[in-house]
């Protein structure tokens, strides 16, 4: 069996952790021809942000994080974001809307209740519900 230089193989590893078994090429320090010429043909990741949020100012409202659920089904339908993005955002999205009917009654409280002392979190709530409006 002969042995083999580790310091002479691709460092590129793959998704299940082993390294690929090709030798270094010459003109790259550590990955073999194949995928020194997938890191150099990789197009940098294009920002879809503007596309998923359009007019969106915040997600405070319902409405807003639905419009943005919906572009995301439509920019995962056109292959332009990876099923693995689209489900992080789909999580983040899933906690943004459980969490805007307790933002929605914190700020009605606090219009409500004003001998609250705290006029730190009196402060954020006024500021998220002239934001909610706005939108």
Known sequence: ??????????????????????????????????????????KPPEDLTAELLGPLADFRTVAG???????????????????KEAATLGYL??????????????????RIDCTNDSDGLRQVLQQTASLTRDV
């Open 65 to 83: 994080i639905n419009y943005a659920i919906g572009k995301l089904a439509l920019l995962v339908a056109s292959r332009r974001i990876s099923t």
């Open 1 to 42: 069996m002969p042995s083999h230089n580790s310091d002479n193989r691709c460092q590129y590893k793959k998704a299940d952790g082993r390294r690929c078994r090709m030798i270094r090429a010459l003109d790259h320090p550590n990955y073999c021809a194949q995928h020194a010429g997938w890191l150099t043909d990789a």
């Open 93 to 110: 999205f899933q906690l943004l809307l459980q969490s805007v009917q307790g933002v929605n009654n914190e700020i009605y409280k606090t």
